[in-house]
Each structure stands twice: as C-alpha cells, then as structure tokens.
C-alpha cells in the first residue's frame, strides 16, 4: 500500500497511544487530555504536515554526548560486578543486559537466593534523558536510583557498608577510586556516581535520530505512515522529548480497567506511584516508559504482560483510549517503533580481559 493510500485511511482512526506503564497519552499526569480535534492527514509524499509537528515533539539524541571517561570506565566495571551483591551472584547487568535491550527480558526479575520480584525491569539504555527514576518515580537521578537495588533484600540483598569494605579489598579498585575521586576515594557516594556515569554514556543513535535531524530517507515508506499515525492520533502527548517517554507519570487505564482485563489479582506494585506519595490520586499512575529500543525489552508494561509489542499497542489502545485498532493499524504503528530501536555504543560492554 502507498504511502498516499495509507495516510487516507487514517480519516478512520481516532486516537491512539502507547501508555501508561508502557505506552500512554494524557497532558495532566492524572487526568486525560480532552478529545483531540481530528484534523484529515497530510497525503503529500514529501514530508506531511504530521511528521513536522513529530520533529517538533520528539529530540534527537545530543552527539556526541559527552561524560567522564575515567568514571565510565570504572563505573562500567562496577555495572558488572557481582561483588555489590550479598552472595557474589547478580551484578546491575544481571537485570539490565546491554545486550538484551538494558533489561532482563523477564517478566519480572530475579534477585539473590532465587527470589522473583514484583516489577518489570525497565531499560537503562538512554536512562540519562528520563525525568526521575524507577516505574514509581522514587528515584530523582541516576544517582540516588544506584543506592536502591544493592540493598534491597529480594534483588541484592547487600548493604553500602558491606559493599565498600569488600571493594575495598581491592587493591585496583583503591587505585581506580583515588585516581577518579582524588578528594575521597572509595565511598558510596562514589561507587554510585561512578555507576550512574556509566549509565549516562548508554545512549543509543537510531534511525528515528537521522529522521528527527531531516533524512527523510531514515525511515522506510510502512515506517514513515506509522509515524504519521503516532503523530496524528496523540501519541506525542506523552511519548516525546528525547527519550520519547520518561516526561510524566500517567495511569495505567484511563478509559478500561487495565487490571480487570487482566484478569489477576492485584499486586503491591501495581499501586505505582501511591506507593511513593500514598495519595490515593496518584494509585495505578506510573512513569511513561522511553519507547527507545522498545522492540528490544518485552515483555511489556511495569508487570511483564504483554509479550509482544503488537499485544501491548492493541492493549494500551483499548485501555488508554477506548479504541480497537485493527492489524493494520498495528502493525504501522509497530514498524515505527523497530525505527527507534538504536546502536549499542562500543564502549557499553566490559572488555573481555576484565
């Protein structure tokens, strides 16, 4: 199909996003936009009208992006290090596999001593760009998000204390400290910093970057109507900025209850950002995923239940929105979505002779 036949049938379509604890759309982090004024496509070929306001909503990655080299290198051995965990079992890579996406690929993830925890792992690829931290927000930075897992008793188990006498130990990670925190060496505060500097270097160019600096060429012609369709139906509303997503906290079924259709029972983490602030306003409401490399780190939304993406764009579409796509539709929408899936720089992984 054209890409001119395409955009026509959009004259069907209401509105559609990819929400809430994955794909959504509101302008209040609490309540639902009103109903976005349908305004008939584009069916220029050139760029449509569409894809200018998608340039204007979405950013392309800052190149080159720029951090300490010396703290990312010894945060990157930090990263993988199965001493920051009570047993010398889980490293942070044990959960966020640089090469599966910055995440496990789990439904939810596995601590120390085999416990399974109760949250999706989110990806730490392109982290750096998300306004706070963690499906809940709890965390404001990268910094402050390093000190939750090595002590929590179901993922690391372990304790700052114990983590930096066993680094410690070490007589190169003394060296490495001193030479990268000449005022104070080895101290947790480093340790984190040093950690989320690494995490700061993990971004990842994708085609959908050459697209948002004007290639039009970036994107193929299905690619390039999906991304007509995620403009015109809303998805920007909350999926924009730099890591399309990661600017606002939505709830997790605005239209349809998403926890019925689910059909299980409710969990401590599906309260999201209650959790936190413990308003009852703010029950079910999670951080707005980034949608970067969003083919790479099923299954989706903050419990794992979608495993595919083109069960999470049709279930978010009838949650969120009250719509039922057909295949058509998702399978344009998804094709975008493969066009943010982004390069792994070299640097993310450990060298081998480590």
């Known amino acids: 199909m054209s890409l001119r036949s395409s955009l026509k049938l959009l004259g069907a379509l209401g509105a559609v996003t990819l929400g809430a604890a994955s794909l959504e759309a509101c302008h209040n982090p609490r309540e639902r936009p009103p109903a976005r004024e349908y305004t008939e496509p584009s069916t220029h070929p050139a760029t449509p009208p569409e894809l200018r306001r998608l340039r204007a909503s979405l950013q392309a990655l800052p190149d080159p992006v720029e951090f300490d080299q010396r703290k990312m290198v010894l945060g990157r051995r930090l990263f993988h290090d199965t001493a920051l965990s009570v047993d010398n079992t889980l490293s942070c890579a ?65 304790t700052w204390p114990n983590v930096v006498a066993t680094l410690s130990r070490s007589p190169d990670y003394v060296a490495a400290f001193r030479e990268s925190y000449p005022s104070d060496g080895l101290t947790e505060a480093n340790v984190r910093d040093a950690i ?5 270097a993990l971004v990842t160019p994708a085609p959908l970057d050459r697209f948002l600096r004007g290639d039009d060429r970036a994107l193929n012609d299905e690619q390039r109507e999906g991304a007509v369709l ?60 980034t949608l970067r490399n969003v083919a790479e780190t099923g299954p989706w939304f903050h419990d794992g239940h979608a495993t595919t993406l083109e069960d999470a764009v049709r279930t978010m579409a009838a949650v969120q929105l009250g719509r039922d796509l057909d295949a058509a539709q998702v399978q344009r929408i998804v094709a975008f979505l493969r066009a943010m899936t982004g390069t792994i720089p070299a640097y993310a992984a450990l060298p081998p002779s480590t």
């Open 94 to 158: 044990s959960c966020h596999a640089i090469n599966q996406g910055g995440t496990d690929r789990r439904r939810t993830s596995l601590g120390v001593r085999g416990q399974v925890g109760g949250i999706n792992s989110p990806t730490v690829l392109n982290a750096r760009y998300h306004f706070v931290q963690f499906w809940d927000g709890r965390a404001a930075d990268l910094r402050a998000q390093a000190a939750g897992p090595v002590a929590n008793p179901v993922e690391m188990g372990n």
């Open 196 to 200: 989320a500097v690494y995490e700061e």
């Open 230 to 289: 995620f403009e015109s139906v809303g998805c920007t509303t909350c999926h924009n900025g730099i890591a399309v997503g990661g600017t606002s906290f939505q709830r997790m079924g605005a239209v349809r209850d998403y926890f019925a259709l689910r059909g299980t029972p409710l969990t401590p983490e599906d309260a999201g950002r209650f959790n936190v602030t413990h308003r009852e306003a703010d029950r079910h409401f999670f951080k707005v995923p």
